[in-house]
């Protein structure tokens, strides 16, 4: 498989880390968003909206990071990033669809980089955006993680699962921009399990080829 990637990348991030844990070998082709190659017709041909992360499993392009690990679901079934029954499973997306649809859209580099530029939005204001919309999203994250039905060390259950894979890319880029983790005790207590899952170190984006 070919990962179209970028280091920093969230979205990016989450596969590579859904790919470790299946033990898929794949082959990183960076795409470097500070310099712009998300605009280039190169990439708009792989990808039309010019984002990443984009999958080739050969005969089939895939494009958004939900779809991607939907499809590595259902091709590569073990380890299980969905187990458990439709109740198990619908928790699961729940949590990783907070992160995906609700928490990273609003705090991306293009929406940042329109508050900074089409609407003047100043460095300050910016951070108190960015830090608004995690704080809030990981407040109903930390509400759900204290619920019983949570059941073990990971944000559902003893093992890792599309929730974890969700959010430990968003906890990396919260801590890149200082937000306040005192809070969110259980969501820290994920971090902590994951961390120790080479699958997710090997994800991290210091770790990647483009990192700088």
Partial sequence: MKLYDYFRSSAAYRIRIALNLK?????????????????????????????????????????QSVAICEYLEETHPEPPLLPGDSRDRA???????????DIHPLNNLRVLARLTGALGVDEERKLAWYRHWIEEGFRAIETLLQRPERNGPFCHG?????????????????????????????????????????AFERARPEHQPDAR
């Fill in 23 to 63: 033990g898929i070998d794949y082959r990183q082709i960076p795409v470097d968003l500070l310099r712009g190659d998300d605009r280039e017709a190169a990439y708009r041909a792989v990808n039309p909206q010019g984002l990443v992360p984009a999958l080739d499993d050969g005969d089939t392009l895939i494009t």
């Fill in 91 to 101: 928790r699961i997306r729940a949590i990783a669809l907070m992160v995906a649809c």
């Fill in 158 to 198: 003893d093992r890792p699962t599309m929730a974890d894979l969700f959010l430990i890319p968003q906890l990396y880029n919260a801590r890149r921009f200082d937000v306040d983790l005192a809070p969110y005790p259980d969501i820290r207590a994920v971090e902590a399990a994951c961390s120790e899952i080479e």
